[in-house]
């Protein structure tokens, strides 16, 4: 499949990245889990749209290790429905997860 046909998947990773940052940095010091697991889902996040366009043969493993981070920043992120900015960081990682599920599906690792 040609890089191209990944580009809402891409856009949906870099999106989740840059709410998890965003939201890591709030969340820095006063809740230290959300800040790490947002950091871990930002990384993975940032590394997947590397390897997404570039059509890298490893994009299954990758994939599938999105979507496990990306669900545990979410659940983590809606515990704390007080600040919006994990409200957004969650949204973000539900939408990278639906996109994530798409590259699966094609992949045959659903």
Request: hydrophobic fraction near 35%; include cysteine.
């Amino acid at each position: 499949m040609p890089h191209q046909d990944y580009q809402s998947i891409v856009d949906a990773a870099v999106h989740c990245a840059y709410e998890c940052e965003h939201c890591e940095d709030a969340c820095l010091g006063s809740m230290p889990e959300c800040a790490r697991v947002c950091r871990d889902c930002a990384d993975i996040c940032w590394a997947s749209a590397a390897y997404i366009s570039r059509g890298s043969r490893f994009i299954p493993q990758i994939v599938r290790s999105c979507i496990e981070i990306c669900e545990a920043c979410a659940t983590e992120c809606e515990k704390h429905k007080d600040n919006p900015h994990c409200q957004k960081c969650a949204q973000a990682c539900r939408r990278a997860v639906e996109e994530y599920r798409k590259v699966a599906s094609v992949a045959g690792i659903a």
